[in-house]
C-alpha cells in the first residue's frame, strides 16, 4: 500500500489554465504538507495543514490555495498557471508531537508542465 | 539549508568505495535532521535521522555524522553500491513546529 500517494504523476496545461493535484495519505498522520522542487532539485516548503487546519503558509502567489477536507487528504489547487509554476510538487505527512516530528514521508511527486 | 540557486554539486564514487556527503545547515537551534535519498522520478526516501543531543548515528551502512560547534552534518556510505546512485539531502528542523528545511542536495554517481 502507498502510504502517500499523488494524483496525478504528471500534469501537462496550457497558461492561464487552473489545475488541482490531490494528495492523500494513509499513515495516520496528522500534518500535511506541499513542497516545490524546481529545476535545481531545490526543496521548498509552500504550505503545512495540522488536522485540517493551516499552520504553514510561506510566500506563495495567491494563485496557488491548499485544500484539507479531512487530515488525510490534501488537494493543491493553483489558479491561472504561467509558465514559471513549472515544477514538481511533493506532498508529504507527518505526525507532530510537541516539539518532535516523527515519520515525515514524501509522496512520488507531481511533474507539472505549463506551456 | 543551503542557498537557493546554486548548480547541484556531484560526488563521483567508485562502486565499493565509502562515500562522504556533507551539508552545512543553517540555524543553530534546529533540534532534528534528516537525510533523504531521491531517485531519478521518486519521491524523496528516508535514510536516516539524528537529534541534536547525538553526534553520530548508524543504520545499515550509514553513518550520519553532526558538528553543532560549526553547523555540519555529513553521511557516509559504506561500500557504495550501483543501487546508492541518487540525489542526497539534508533536512534540518528548526524548534518551530512541524516544518522541515531542505538543503540544495548533492547528486552522486557510482561508476563501476
Given at each position: 500500500d502507498t502510504a502517500v500517494s499523488q494524483t496525478p504523476k504528471y500534469l501537462v496545461t496550457q497558461m492561464g489554465n487552473d489545475k488541482s493535484i490531490k494528495c492523500e495519505q494513509n499513515l495516520g498522520h496528522d500534518t500535511m504538507y506541499w513542497y516545490k522542487q524546481d529545476s535545481k532539485k531545490f526543496l521548498k516548503i509552500m504550505f503545512s495543514y495540522?488536522?485540517?487546519?493551516?499552520?504553514?503558509?510561506?510566500?506563495?502567489?495567491?494563485r496557488?490555495?491548499?485544500?484539507?477536507?479531512?487530515?488525510?487528504?490534501?488537494?493543491?489547487?493553483?489558479n491561472s498557471l504561467e509558465l514559471g509554476d513549472s515544477?514538481?510538487?511533493?506532498?508529504?505527512?507527518?505526525?507532530v508531537r510537541g516539539r518532535d516530528n516523527y515519520g515525515y514521508?514524501?509522496?512520488?511527486?507531481?511533474?507539472?508542465?505549463?506551456? | 539549508g543551503e542557498s537557493v540557486g546554486l548548480h547541484l554539486?556531484?560526488?563521483?564514487?567508485?562502486?565499493?568505495?565509502?562515500?562522504?556527503?556533507?551539508?552545512?545547515y543553517s540555524n543553530s537551534a534546529s533540534d532534528y535532521f534528516i537525510w533523504y535519498k531521491q531517485e531519478s522520478g521518486k519521491g524523496p526516501q528516508?535514510?536516516?535521522?539524528?537529534?541534536?543531543n547525538m553526534d553520530k548515528r548508524q543504520g545499515q551502512r550509514v553513518t550520519v555524522l553532526l558538528n553543532k560547534t560549526v553547523k555540519h552534518l555529513s553521511l557516509q556510505i559504506a561500500a557504495t553500491q550501483p543501487g546508492d546512485s541518487a540525489v542526497y539531502f539534508?533536512?534540518?528542523?528548526?524548534?518551530?513546529?512541524?516544518?522541515?528545511?531542505?538543503?540544495?542536495?548533492t547528486q552522486v554517481v557510482v561508476t563501476p
Open positions: 495540522n488536522n485540517k487546519e493551516l499552520i504553514i503558509n510561506e510566500t506563495v502567489p495567491n496557488f490555495s491548499p485544500k484539507s477536507p479531512d487530515k488525510a487528504h490534501l488537494n493543491l489547487h493553483i515544477a514538481v510538487y511533493f506532498c508529504a505527512s507527518s505526525q514521508t514524501f509522496g512520488s511527486g507531481t511533474r507539472l508542465t505549463v506551456v | 554539486p556531484t560526488l563521483s564514487v567508485q562502486e565499493g568505495d565509502n562515500s562522504i556527503i556533507n551539508c552545512a528516508f535514510i536516516i535521522d539524528i537529534r541534536s539534508c533536512a534540518e528542523k528548526p524548534p518551530s513546529w512541524g516544518k522541515l528545511q531542505f538543503g540544495a542536495g
